[in-house]
């Protein structure tokens, strides 16, 4: 699908129609730069490489700097493959004017991280429950996690604690409130996945 890469700025509220306060989110798009036009023919498919996001020379490999340097770019810390827009070349530049205002995106991010997390936490366990009989520590426990003798393993999916976030997570059918387009900034309705400054990348529906 088509889109563009952006940066999630953070949160506020704008008033609706009727004097509805809605959350939303603020996102930095683009611009980015074509750095490369991938053909059926050679790579088995049609696709468009955008990049977004500067970033040090001294931190970029000599083979991503050639590889800038064919688009006439400078050095970019995040890229990703949109389909559907065939009709850029190496080297344009996207902004926010393929957006519009009132019409629904997919925007992915990764989720913030939180950690290792425990059973109560990150599967919504309710704990043992009372604190009388002699029960000691045991409120935020999982509990028992496998069979007898047999089969004399915990099986596998079983919920547990381990560490929580950092997923890649895409919000369907994310509405767009309104288009900065001097700045290259758009409001969306609600919230999207990551922190503040993290990149997001925001697909237009088909």
Avoid: W
Avoid at 46 to 54: N, P
Avoid at 136 to 145: D, F, K, V, W, Y
Avoid at 160 to 169: E, W
């Amino acid at each position: 699908m088509a889109g563009i890469i952006g940066t999630k700025l953070g949160m506020t509220s704008i008033f609706g129609e009727g004097g509805t306060m809605l959350p939303c989110t603020v996102i930095q798009v683009g611009p980015c730069v074509v750095t490369q036009k991938k053909s059926k023919d050679k790579d088995g498919y049609d696709a468009v490489q955008l990049a977004f996001g500067d970033k040090k020379e001294k931190n970029t490999t000599k083979p991503m700097m050639k590889h800038f340097e064919k688009s006439g770019a400078s050095p970019k810390s995040k890229l990703a493959e949109f389909r559907g827009m065939d009709e850029l070349n190496v080297g344009d530049v996207v902004t926010s004017d393929i957006l519009k205002e009132g019409e629904t995106v997919f925007v992915t991010g990764i989720s913030k991280g939180k950690g290792f997390q425990g059973v109560v936490r990150r599967h919504g366990f309710a704990g043992v429950g009372g604190q009388t009989h002699g029960q000691h520590n045991r409120l935020r426990a999982p509990g028992s996690l496998g069979a007898c003798s047999t089969p004399a393993r915990v099986m596998k999916g079983m919920k547990m604690g381990g560490r929580m976030g950092t997923d890649k997570v895409k919000e369907l059918n994310i509405k767009i409130l309104k288009i900065v387009p001097e700045e290259n900034v758009i409001i969306v309705k609600g919230s999207i996945p990551g922190f503040n400054g993290s990149y997001v990348i925001i697909e237009k529906k088909k």
